[in-house]
Every structure is written in structure tokens, then in C-alpha cells.
């Protein structure tokens, strides 16, 4: 059986003259099994009749955000973007590929795509001189870097009678990428994960406080992407400007003590525990309760250990699956091995954060994974995909017998 089968799937058709292909696709999505929702820009309803559609996939065809639906899904794009286990757009013109970049909302299409938290699979049509503009170079990898998986058009014979690279990739290499899409989707199903993220603040007094350059953009993808591929996951988030990702859990916390606490008060059961937070070791033994003022105090601030989370979770972790993080600046491996025996993980995601453009406050990283009997490179990309990239090696993981990974 397919993995579409009874999954609810929105296609986004758009103004290219490739459109006329994706009546096959769809006919295939539907033979599947998928619930094929078809959305409609204006111009593609120029090449192909919305009738075309809807009699492939049995369901009405959207052609404009104004329309005016029954109680339970009164408003359409939210409705349409929260079903969906997948998102397609085919074929994607320069113009869609340029708003869906940009965040436009102004038509149905594009409000899906922002309101959708499922993953998006974009294959791009258009002639060659379009696709090597280097504003569609950048609008695409801009949605690349979103972690949408773009399928690279093809070569040959266009519609402008020339032969190049601009026509739509072919059906099975679409539909197998939607495949894809969706069987990640499933794969923590009825799981529940714990991932940490973010700094901690370690007060001074009621203003001033120690922290690290943690923006939590690691452990915000992390949660993300577990929440993608169907997890209950809890989100202990230290004070971070980011906003937590639609569909997880999250509980606030400012210091090393509150994230302790509220990551044990959520241990008991959990399949998994990432901890990508940047928490602090140290903390100000004394913490002022007024705000100190100059010349009040001794300019000396002695410190005292905070607990170690993944120590200790490490100690006592059961079943759960422990994944630690470490940053280091020297002899990285060796350091990240002795913490992975140290403190009993599974596996360990290093960076170099003494590399420029990575790491800390960057939206890029580039890993390091290492589990007991071996390692992988992560090469340079966005954090959403190295984030879909560590949830693939735990997958792999978990599933190896003992000794066999
Ligand atoms: C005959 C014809 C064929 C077209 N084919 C394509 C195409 O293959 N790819 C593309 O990006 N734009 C193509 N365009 C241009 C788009 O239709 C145009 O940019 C339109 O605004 C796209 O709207 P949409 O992105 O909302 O669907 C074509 C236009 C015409 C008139």
C-alpha cells in the first residue's frame, strides 16, 4: 500500500504549460489512495479547466481564497493547510517560485503554502533562460533552504522548440519525492520526544544576568521537524527572540535550574531526548534581590555548578534515546567522544563554532554526528536540514540491532 493512501494532499497548480501534466500526477495521487485537494492560480486555469481536476480527484477545485465554505472549514486556506500531509506545486513558475519565496499571501496558493506546516515538494517548469536567472537561482534556494524539496527540472525538448533544462521533471521522480515527504511524516508517529533549546540566564540580579550566544534556532528546527514527522514533542525553550514552531509543546524556562527541572518533570516515558540547549555550567552564587548599584559589591562574582540535564538523564534514561550536542572550538571529536561515553548518549551532534557562518546565531550549521561505532559529516546547509538530517541518523539508529549501526 502506498504510503499517500488516505493521506490528504494539496496541489498547487500554477500557470506554466507543463500544467496540462499534472492531471496524470494527480490521476496517480488518486489511484494511491490521497485525498487530492487541487489549488488553482489564476493563470493556470488558463492552460488546464478546473473540471479537469476535479473530475481526477473527486474533490471540488479551489481557484480563489474568497470563497465562502461550510462551518468546518470556513476558512479555507487554514483548513486545506492543516489537513494536508503534503504539500505539491507543480508546475511551480518563476513568478510562484518568487512569491512562495517572498511569503506572499495575495492569492489561495500562497496562503496555503504560509499557513501549511507539512512538508512542500516544488517542481519547478519553465525555459532555460527563466531557470538560470539568478533571481529564480536565489528564490529557489531560498526555498531549498526552507527545507522544501525542490525536484530539478529535466532536460530537453521544450515548448519553445529548443532543447534545455526547464521542463518538469517526469511523474515518478515527483511523486517519489511526495512519497518521501510523507513517509518521513510518519515515522514518530505515537512517539514523545523531549528537546531543549535556547540559552539559560543565570541572574545576577533582577536585570543583570551570565548567558551564552544561543539563539535556539538549532533546537527550535529539532522540535520542528520531530513534530513533522509526527511526535508529541515538549519544547523546554530558554529566553529566546525565535518563536516556538506551530504543533509542539513549549514550556518556558530562564535558567539552568527551571530548564532541570522542567525537562525531569517530563523524562518519565519519553522515546527521546534532544538536548540542543546551550545550558549554562555556571551560575552567580549569590543572586542579588535589588539591583545592585556601583560600588555596592565586591566586583568579584564567585560561581557555583548548575545541575547537568543530560548527565543525569543519562544516569537514568531507560529506553529513552539521548542525543546530545556539543560545541567546541579545539580537538573537537575527541572531546565529543568522551562526552557521548560520558554522559551515555546515543549519539552526539558536534559543530565547530570557531568556524565563520555556523553555529551560533547563524541560520546555517555544518555537523559532525558520532555514535558509538561511527560518525557522519554533515556538510554545510540550512538548520531545518541538518535538523531532518540528525532525525534521519536516529531513525537509523534505533532501528539497528545493538552493535550493528
Ligand atoms: C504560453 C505561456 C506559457 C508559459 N509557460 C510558463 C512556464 O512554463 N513556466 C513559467 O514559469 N511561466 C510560464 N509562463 C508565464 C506565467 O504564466 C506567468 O508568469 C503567470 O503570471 C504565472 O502565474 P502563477 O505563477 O500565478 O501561476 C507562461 C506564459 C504563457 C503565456
Not at 507543480?90 to 510562484?96: C, K, S
Request: hydrophobic residues 45%; neutral net charge.
Amino acid at each position: 500500500m502506498s504510503v499517500l493512501a488516505g493521506r490528504s494532499l494539496v496541489v498547487g497548480v500554477c500557470g506554466g504549460i507543463a500544467a496540462y501534466k499534472v492531471a496524470g500526477i494527480v490521476s496517480t495521487l488518486a489511484q494511491r489512495g490521497a485525498d487530492v485537494h487541487v489549488v488553482m492560480t489564476e493563470a493556470a486555469q488558463r492552460f488546464v479547466a478546473p473540471l479537469t481536476f476535479h473530475a481526477l480527484s473527486a474533490n471540488r477545485v479551489h481557484t480563489s481564497l474568497w470563497e465562502m465554505r461550510a462551518r468546518e472549514d470556513h476558512v479555507l486556506h487554514i483548513a486545506l493547510a492543516h489537513r494536508a500531509a503534503a504539500l505539491l506545486i507543480a508546475p511551480a513558475t518563476a513568478d510562484a517560485i518568487a512569491k512562495l519565496a517572498h511569503g506572499y499571501a495575495e492569492d489561495l496558493l500562497g496562503a496555503v503554502a504560509l499557513a501549511a506546516t507539512c512538508p512542500a515538494v516544488v517542481a519547478p517548469a519553465m525555459n532555460t533562460s527563466m531557470w538560470e536567472h539568478p533571481a529564480v537561482r536565489a528564490n529557489v534556494a531560498a526555498l531549498r533552504a526552507r527545507g522544501w524539496t525542490i525536484v530539478d527540472p529535466e532536460s530537453g525538448f521544450l515548448a519553445e522548440r529548443q532543447q534545455g533544462v526547464g521542463r518538469m521533471a517526469a511523474e515518478e521522480r515527483i511523486i517519489g519525492a511526495l512519497e518521501e515527504a510523507v513517509a518521513r511524516t510518519r515515522e514518530l508517529e505515537g512517539q514523545r520526544v523531549i528537546v531543549t533549546a535556547g540559552p539559560t540566564r543565570e541572574a545576577i540580579d533582577p536585570v543583570r544576568f551570565i548567558s551564552n550566544a544561543s539563539s535556539g534556532a538549532m533546537g527550535i528546527e529539532l522540535a520542528r521537524e520531530a513534530a513533522l514527522r509526527g511526535a508529541q514533542v515538549d519544547l523546554v525553550l530558554g529566553p529566546t527572540h525565535l518563536e516556538p514552531p506551530h504543533g509542539v509543546r513549549t514550556h518556558r524556562v530562564e535558567s539552568a535550574r527551571e530548564m532541570h527541572e522542567g525537562v525531569m518533570a517530563l523524562r518519565e516515558g519519553a522515546d527521546a531526548f534532544v538536548a540542543s540547549a546551550a545550558v549554562a555550567d555556571w551560575r552567580p552564587a549569590v543572586a542579588y534581590d535589588q539591583k545592585v548599584k556601583k560600588g555596592d559589591v565586591d566586583p568579584v562574582i564567585r560561581l557555583e555548578r548548575n545541575p547537568d540535564v543530560l548527565a543525569e538523564f543519562g544516569r537514568r534514561k531507560g529506553t529513552t534515546f539521548l542525543v546530545g550536542f556539543a560545541a567546541e572550538t579545539q580537538d573537537v571529536e575527541r572531546h565529543a567522544r568522551e562526552k557521548l561515553i560520558g554522559k551515555a548518549l546515543d549519539l552526539i551532534c558536534v559543530n565547530d563554532v570557531s568556524r565563520p557562518g555556523i553555529g551560533f546565531a547563524s541560520s546555517e550549521n555544518e555537523m559532525l554526528l558520532i555514535w558509538r561505532d561511527g560518525s557522519e559529516a554533515l556538510p554545510r546547509a540550512s538548520k531545518r536540514e541538518i535538523a531532518a538530517r540528525i532525525w534521519d541518523r536516529v531513525a537509523v539508529l534505533r532501528a539497528a540491532p545493538k552493535g550493528e549501526s
